[in-house]
């Protein structure tokens, strides 16, 4: 009956240490997971604060030039010109969102600051009665340089605030550092920079604790967030702050992981549920459920009756093992590797994208540079506009910094034009110098340069005239008044090779001499084609495809090098995004007209697969807001997710193929030396005891079970061969008893010679061989003379002696091959005479009837005074037809005439009795 109680001990032991193992495994792989969890969350972490360690040194970085900006406007004069200061203070704090107030020192008191309203309290301001100011302050003055000071309790709103100061000073006096003359102070919303940098604390998956006020660094005192996380383990990721000093952000995971307090309690269920199963097993093992493990039965998932060969098993067991553990295994791996691909495609996207944002936008800064360069040599009256050659080749150094550039140059007040220029179009990439003057009367000359920067020949001259006054960065110039970006227009320049058959973009300013005149307006422009093969060089070995766009729509360059304008006549027509070469970029126009977000995303499904495409909008400091796409194939993504399928296949499949062959080799290993095993005790079972030649088996077991198996089989061999011996022994005594039982039922008891039966049966076949062999056969009849006499005189018993007697005398008579001389009853004997006539047998039967007489046995109541006896003899050649008893009556009946004619005597069938002869008798 299937129960617990008669289980034994040592299942009940094997069970408590089954579950007990199995609970401190769970317990260690839960801790080895958990460890897993939180470093790889640390290292997430790491990744999340050294991107916002970098948004925050490039916020800072930028400001820090911003507030250096303002500071060199200060320079000439040392003096506050509120009317020069508003306009750029206000722009600051316009495009920069958390800029709180830009503010003017005069020695340590605040004289100057924008926008006045919220910020009264800090006009007036002295430093020096605010020590947590001071502290920034000093630090500047002390580097003579731009420094982060803070952050600390604003004077305005007690929030925490970070101030960027720079300290401008007197002029240098004879070697001897100039004093200090004020300090420019950009105050900065601390917690709007956190949240910028991604490290608004509403939403964030760690704790984040900052230290190092006042650029301080690691050890210096903590300004944000809980600082007892510094105590312990934590993650730490150094901000560098501009001109010196750093902060330090650290972090610990949120004790409320969900996700990895899930993944823990799946550990144990698994755990709980193995250990189960294990305790389960184990009492199956042990015969709680019925007669469960125990020996001699079959395995309970094998139909009854089924027998499977040893090889095949251990392969199936090696299989059962082994599918699932490949099938599961290779399925994580897969949805790993799927995952990770995900998110491996969507992390270089971004970055790819952010990348090329980045590119892009430092990109565009850069006629910013040129520009306002020129601007300021004209306006520090170092522009060479009045020597043309100096001024273009000072053009020439500029563009040869800048590889991108397609023009540097001036258009005057009259209208003449001075570049230097690259050709984006042409084989010929030699720089050129550019002019169109009133003393030619406004014809463009295109000069070739030399290393130098001098102009070495004529390339070609223009058809008509060229005035830079009609150009429309000129026209944008006078138009904004300051330095602006232009709308894209099409090149004017028609050289003889086409090389500037091509739209362009680029900023341009109004040039003022330091009186304040204005001389002319200042370009650095780009070639839309130049633009298109920068983006072709970002995206280069990315499958990437870029464009630039403006925000109706237009393009303006795309990495596919699509065309971005058509000629309608003389009219450059731009193309917009709907209406591109490339269909991927036609595909892309769609969700971006949609969505009015800054930056976004969008699968494109196209034709020949899936794109990703991701957009930035950002907005040119005085210019257009631009769009940059870019569209990557999701293929190349998936193709690793395949890629690594394929693999977990080949692996999965090579995994089984050797762990078939391992299979095969083990079962083969453990089965070959069972199976001879096997065929051994078959013909053990048919009786063959030749020693069987067993496969040696390394297994022990097996080992001694043939050993064992072969002891039996000489024990049973030499058991059987002892048995056969006997038998054989009897058999040889039994066959020997059997002859003599068989001569005995031959043999007359008293005479020892042949019996009245074995007379018979040699008379019939010795009368059938006659009969064959067509030759005679004879038989004499002898019957002893007045033997009832002799008995009755002499006692029987001397008749039985006298009867030897005569038998003997026959006996000693018939010595051919083939005769028999026989008993044939009471005192009568018989002879056959086999290949004997009546002539031979009649010779044979007068010898015995002498040999009788002459043993001389007295018989007093003979006449012969002696034992005598008469013989008939009949002979005859038989024939089919004659029974051989025939033969016999005919001898009998010749016996018969023997005894009438006298006794002592033959007589042969012829009736005529043969006399003994008298000296015989
Ligand atoms: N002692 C002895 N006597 C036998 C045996 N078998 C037959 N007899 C005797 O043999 C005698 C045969 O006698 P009969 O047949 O009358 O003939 P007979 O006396 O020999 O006279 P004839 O044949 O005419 O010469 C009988 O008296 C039988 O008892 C035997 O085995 N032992």
Request: glycine residues 8%; hydrophobic residues 45%.
């Amino acid at each position: 009956m299937p129960g617990f109680r008669h289980l034994e001990a040592k299942v009940w032991a094997s069970v408590v240490l089954a579950l007990c193992l199995g609970a401190a495994l769970t317990v260690a792989i839960a801790q080895y997971d958990r460890r897993l969890g939180e470093r790889s969350q640390s290292s997430r972490i790491e990744v999340r604060l050294q991107a916002a360690a970098f948004e925050l040194e490039r916020t800072l970085s930028a400001l820090a030039q911003l507030n250096h900006d303002v500071a060199a406007t200060l320079l000439p004069e040392r003096a506050i010109t509120t009317a020069k200061l508003r306009p750029l203070a206000e722009k600051l704090v316009n495009d920069h969102r958390r800029i709180i107030d830009v503010a003017v020192s005069h020695g340590l008191e605040v004289v100057f600051v924008h926008p006045v309203e919220g910020n009264e309290a800090v006009l007036g301001m002295h430093f020096d009665t605010r020590p947590e100011q001071m502290e920034g302050v000093r630090r500047a003055i002390e580097r003579r340089d731009t420094v982060i000071a803070g952050p600390l309790p604003l004077v305005q709103n007690g929030r925490p605030g970070v101030i960027v100061r720079t300290p401008v000073f007197h002029p240098a006096t004879d070697g001897e550092p100039g004093a200090f003359w004020g300090m420019v102070s950009t105050v900065v919303e601390f917690e709007g920079l956190l949240e910028d940098a991604g490290l608004s604390s509403a939403d964030l998956p760690f704790t984040l604790a900052i230290r190092g006020r006042e650029g301080s660094g690691a050890q210096g005192p903590p300004f944000h967030g809980d600082a007892a996380l510094f105590r312990g383990t934590h993650v730490a990721v150094d901000v560098a702050l501009p001109a010196g000093g750093r902060w330090r952000l650290g972090a610990t995971p949120r004790a409320d992981d969900s996700e990895a307090a899930a993944r823990i309690a799946r550990i144990y269920t698994a755990g709980a549920a193995i250990s189960l199963a294990l305790a389960l097993l184990l009492l199956y093992r042990g015969g709680a459920f019925g007669s469960g493990g125990g020996a001699g039965r079959l395995h309970p998932f094998l139909p009854a009756g089924v027998r499977i060969g040893i090889r095949a098993f251990l392969i199936g067991v090696s299989l059962l093992v082994l599918l699932p553990i490949l099938a599961i295994g290779g399925w994580v791996s897969y949805r790993n590797a799927q995952q990770s691909t995900e998110r491996f495609s969507q992390a270089l996207a971004r970055e790819i994208g952010d990348r090329l944002h980045d590119r892009v936008a430092a990109f565009f800064e850069v006629p910013r540079h040129f520009v306002a360069f020129n601007v300021e040599q004209a306006r520090a009256g170092l522009l060479p506009y009045e020597k043309p050659e100096d001024l273009m080749r000072g053009f020439l150094s500029q563009i040869r910094q800048q590889p991108l550039l397609t023009f540097v140059s001036m258009g005057t007040a009259d209208g003449q034009y001075y570049a230097a220029s690259r050709p984006p179009h042409g084989a010929d990439k030699a720089l050129r110098m550019l002019h169109s003057r009133a003393a030619d009367d406004y014809v463009m000359h295109i000069f070739r340069t030399d290393q130098t920067g001098r102009s070495t020949s004529l390339m070609s001259t223009g058809k008509g005239r060229f005035d830079a006054r009609r150009r429309p960065w000129f026209e944008a110039a006078l138009d904004s008044g300051s330095l602006a970006w232009y709308p894209a227009y099409r090149y004017a320049i028609n050289d003889a090779e086409g090389a500037y058959d091509t739209m362009g973009i680029g900023m341009s300013a109004p040039l003022f001499d330091p009186h304040g005149s204005f001389i002319g307006v200042a370009t650095a422009d780009v070639a839309l084609s130049q633009l298109s093969e920068f983006l072709r060089e970002l995206t280069a070995g990315t499958q990437a495809t870029a464009f630039i766009a403006e925000t109706n729509g237009l393009m303006l360059a795309n990495s596919a090098l699509a065309p971005i304008y058509r000629l309608d006549g003389e009219e450059a027509v731009r193309i917009p995004l709907a209406e591109s070469d490339s269909p991927l970029i036609r595909a892309a126009a769609r969700p971006l007209a949609a969505s009015a977000q800054p930056e976004g995303s969008a699968s494109l499904p196209l034709g020949n697969g899936n794109f990703l495409f991701e957009w930035h909008r950002f907005t040119l400091a005085q210019g257009p807001t631009l769009t940059i796409g870019l569209i990557l194939p999701t293929a190349h993504f998936e193709a690793m997710a395949s890629d690594t399928l394929r693999n977990i296949l080949y692996l999965a499949l090579a995994v089984m193929i050797l762990s078939l062959m391992i299979g095969l080799f083990v079962s083969d290993w453990v089965a070959r030396p069972l199976r001879s095993l096997s065929r051994a005790s078959s013909r053990l079972a048919r009786g063959d005891w030749q020693p069987a030649s067993h496969e040696p088996s390394p297994i022990r077991e097996v080992a001694a079970l043939f050993a064992t198996m072969d002891s039996m089989a000489a024990q049973l061999k030499r058991h059987t061969e002892t048995l056969e011996h006997k038998v054989r022994e009897r058999t040889e005594e039994l066959e020997a008893a059997n002859h003599k039982l068989a001569m005995l039922s031959l043999t007359d008891g008293l005479t020892g010679i042949s019996n009245r039966r074995h007379f018979d049966q040699m008379l019939h076949s010795e009368w059938a061989r006659a009969l064959r062999a067509a030759q005679p056969l004879a038989i004499l009849m002898i019957d002893i003379d007045l033997f009832k006499k002799y008995n009755d005189h002499y006692g029987h018993q001397a008749g039985d002696e006298c009867l030897i007697r005569v038998a003997h005398a026959i006996q000693s008579c018939v010595k051919r091959a083939g005769d028999l001389a026989a008993r044939y009853g009471g005192e009568e004997f018989a002879v056959i005479c086999a290949e004997s006539d009546l002539e031979k047998a009649t010779a044979l039967a007068s010898i015995l009837c002498h040999a009788v007489a002459a043993q001389a046995l007295p018989h007093m109541l003979s006449p012969h005074g002696r034992v005598t006896v008469s013989i008939g003899v009949a002979a005859a050649v038989p024939a089919p037809e004659v029974a051989p008893e025939t033969l016999l009556r005919r001898a009998d009946e010749a016996l018969y005439r023997a005894k009438a004619g006298g006794r002592n005597r033959v007589d042969a069938e012829t009736g005529n009795p043969q006399p003994l002869p008298a000296g015989r008798a």
